[in-house]
């Protein structure tokens, strides 16, 4: 589930599966950053970690930031070496580590916390414990967040037994504050994903989840501009030339407007797991866990 990322040819991948060890490690496979000469696919350094390496790591100042399934954030340098490692005692699932001025934000589970994390160094600026506010929560450790004009968007979920009910929320990137949150509604547990990301695009978030409605909702004020129902989704919309892209569990791809009407859509052999599409100067790359990878033309979806 981790996406490669490709620094001085050097490719970089995380390595893990979903499985717990215990309630506090996740991943019982092989976990470890992986570094591959991006011309030979040789394996130059391998960093084995206890838990999964499953969220995206970022790159800031000459080094690889990771945030893991067994409760660990750290830094490599391009060599593999560890810079510092911070033990915060709360697993990361799938939440990408953001940067932004120096600062990493993911969220992670039990207990589940959101964190602002200073990229050279290791040091917690500041985090925002859900589990003090939310009983019984999800998803949190899922969605990989986003951020625009000093707030950060994520999603969590609050389960019971059989069901959930996604919570979309923006907090201020300097302190941590609760700006928002908005109820997007239940729907039965589902196998992997609960909170995909939040798409932010010219002031206005763009959400989908397993609830299958995408909102669009504005930056600021949290104020609901319109919903879309789409069916369960797994992955976070992609803005291209004016349309918002989004493609349901089912392989079903929406194009809609900015305001929230349906251009196209069509189904495509690919059903999504959790991964973003790819969007290039010429084409939309959808990989599945089916094990179909199709390319369409930009011209599609127009």
């Keep these: 589930m981790t996406q490669p990322i490709v620094i001085n040819c050097i490719v970089i991948i995380g390595l893990g599966n979903d499985i717990f060890q215990n309630c506090h490690v996740r991943g019982t496979g092989d976990n470890a950053i992986l570094a591959l000469n991006a011309t030979t696919g040789k394996v130059l350094w391998e960093y084995k970690t206890l838990g999964e390496d499953m969220p995206t790591p970022t790159f800031y100042n000459g080094k690889i930031i990771e945030a893991n399934g067994n409760g660990q954030v750290f830094a490599l340098n ?24 120096g600062v990493v934000y993911f969220g992670s589970a039990n207990p589940y916390i959101f964190w602002a994390i200073n990229a050279t160094n290791g040091n917690i600026i500041w985090y925002v414990n859900f589990s003090s506010i939310y009983p019984s929560l999800g998803g949190l450790d899922d969605s990989s967040p986003a951020y625009c004009n000093g707030i950060i968007v994520s999603a969590c979920t ?36 609960e909170s995909p990301p939040p798409t932010i695009f010219n002031g206005v978030v763009y959400h989908d989840s397993p609830v299958g409605i995408l909102y669009a909702v504005n930056l600021t004020s949290g104020k609901i501009i319109w919903a879309f129902k ?12 004016g349309k918002i892209i989004i493609q349901n569990a089912s392989g079903y791809l929406f194009v809609l407007s900015y305001q929230g009407n349906l251009l196209k859509g069509f189904q495509t052999p690919v059903m999504p797991g959790p991964g973003n599409m790819l969007l290039t ?4 790359t959808l990989v599945g866990v089916n094990g179909i990878v199709d390319s369409l033309p930009l011209y599609c979806l127009t």
């Excluded at 369960?232 to 291209?240: G, Q």
């Excluded at 100067?281 to 939309?284: E, G, M, W």
């Design 281 to 284: 100067c010429n084409s939309l």
């Design 78 to 101: 391009l060599q593999g070496e560890v810079c510092w490692c911070k033990n915060i005692t709360s697993y990361d699932s799938m939440s990408s580590p953001l940067l932004v001025n």
């Design 158 to 193: 609050i389960k019971t037994n059989v069901s959930i009910k996604e919570i979309l929320f923006a907090v201020n990137a300097t302190n941590g504050k609760i700006l928002w949150c908005i109820d997007e509604g239940c729907t039965k547990i589902p196998p992997n994903l």
């Design 230 to 241: 789409t069916g369960f989704t797994v992955d976070n919309p992609e803005i291209y030339q």
